[in-house]
């Protein structure tokens, strides 16, 4: 099938094997293990330290709880948006074993340094107990500290956006298509496992042996994962970088701004389109970028099938019509910020100061509550996909099941409830904590299970299992296929985003509250704080976020859905630009 081939070579776009790489021994499955290993190591050791890092900022370096989530929220967004640069410096300019390969050693450098600062006293403060007493931390102290947060977000922005696509590079298509699927299928597995054994076994290591051996297995880890990729590289296939897209979308913006000042032609000869294009004329929507394509200076032109010769100077309808289509889904894309905005690290300190023993004398670790919302997004996806879809085909006539923005306004209405629920759940805790005397004391152990944050976390799980999946399904849909790598991409920049956000709102929330030395909303002491005020906000932030999810709907329209939906059922490949209505 031809249309079949296309899309094989778009997926080994940048990173195609050759059969006579095959015959030289290179590639093949049996290099899956060095890069699958090295991956999950890594999100192994990254994941490990975080879950629980907002007690080792508190207790290590004497910082406030607010102080501690904006460097949490601050080194996430980092670690979000960094494989975006990733990506961009393996496709164009070192390859993705390169870039791997520094990612692994940076992680392992920044780990390293992160044990150090539990193994060496000198390189973080001390306090008489869990959060009293603490000294200032120096700026020498965290300046170690944070170079080592550093390093881990370089390695993480490295290996992640290129795991995936290196290890597809080791397969022809062609020649082994179940072998790609295996791949696929056994990489998938091997991520979800090592995000289970970061958030239980790391987690609780931390916890119950210190953080000396909890940040040295890590680092431990790590080294094993960058040892073994390494090992790993006779054999393996290492395609050359080519094009960028990010790259092809600055062009277009600098062109666009190079011919601000001329004037759109009436006529589609003037723009210019390449020969295997089926695109004659830019789209009408968002005009000012049309400006990109205008044949300004026919010289621009080679005469070798009129490809562009300085492509900073000319752009294709293409390049610019790509460029359109990503700004397109912008506006479903800011609906997904506030999902899940700086309730973690509350989370994690708020169990600190519950009954965590839930048998014997087996305690569930403060950081592993992520794990909750872990198993509840892999019972609901197969659930959805196994028992609901049939049904809603069956009985209500819905053969694909929800819409993408069904599934999308669904997880929203979850996350308002889980917000609601953390804010029941805290009135209850703190009540508790006063009634006992503990409201000077907030590292003593109240009398009421940590099972009751469970709910609020399985609510999580179930906002994970519907928005995320339709925004990224609705992001493939409404962007052209050649450019579907980039949905990731928008994903990631969205986790980003809320990091950036909860930093915003948590500082507002902090300096609005304290005004006139009241207790902040947000102190340390959350026993004297009210973090159930801050729950309750969020909670009516998030239906706000809920009816301009609405507005977002109502604006794309549902013809415009209706047209996508049949676009996605041809079999053939095409490359549809759709456009906002203009009414």
Known sequence: MESSGAANDNLLENGTSSSSESENGKGGLRTMPFIIVNECLEKVASYGIMANMILYLMNGYGMAIVDGTKVMNTWSAISNVLPIFGAFVSDSYFGRFLVIS????????????????????ELRTSCESFMLNCSSATAIQLAVLFISMGLISIGAGCIRPCSIAFGADQLTIRETPKNLDSYFS??????????????????????????????????????ISAVSFILGSPIYVKAKPGHSLLTSFVQVVVVAIKNRK????????????????????????????????????????????GSVLDPWSQCTVRQVESLKSLLRVLPMWSTGIFMIASQATFSTVQANTMNRTLFGTFKMPAGSFNLVIVITVSIIIPTYDRVMVPLLAKYMDIPRGFSCRSRIGIGLLFVC?????????????????????????????????????VPEFV????????????????FYTYIPKSMSSFAMALFT??????????????????KVTSVGGNESWLSTNINKGHLNYYYALLTCLSILNYFYFLVICWAYGPALEQKLEASACKEEEQFDYMELPTS
Not at 189 to 213: D, F, H, P, R
């Open 459 to 474: 609510l999580l799980g179930f906002a994970e299992g519907f928005n995320p999946i339709g925004q990224i399904e609705f």
């Open 493 to 510: 920049l969205q986790l980003a985003a809320v990091d950036i956000f909860g930093n915003l709102l948590v500082s507002i929330v902090d």
């Open 262 to 305: 001329l004037c759109l032609p009436d006529s589609f000869d003037q723009y210019y389109q390449e020969c295997d294009s089926a695109l004659v004329v830019p789209t009408d929507s968002l005009r000012c970028l049309n400006k990109a394509c205008i044949i300004r200076n026919p010289e621009t032109l080679s005469s070798h099938g």
């Open 186 to 223: 056994w990489y998938y597995t091997s991520i979800a496992l090592s995000t289970v054994i970061a958030l239980s076994v790391i987690v609780y290591i931390q916890e119950n042996l210190g953080w000396k051996i909890g940040f040295g297995v890590p680092a431990a880890l790590m080294f």
């Open 102 to 121: 520094i990612g692994s050693f940076s992680s392992l450098l920044g780990l390293t340094i992160l044990w150090l600062t539990a193994m060496i006293p």
């Open 417 to 453: 409830a889980s917000k609601a629920t953390s804010a029941v759940v805290e009135t209850i805790r703190r009540k508790t904590a006063i009634e006992e005397g503990f409201e000077d004391h907030p590292n003593a152990v109240i009398h009421m299970s940590v099972l009751w944050l």
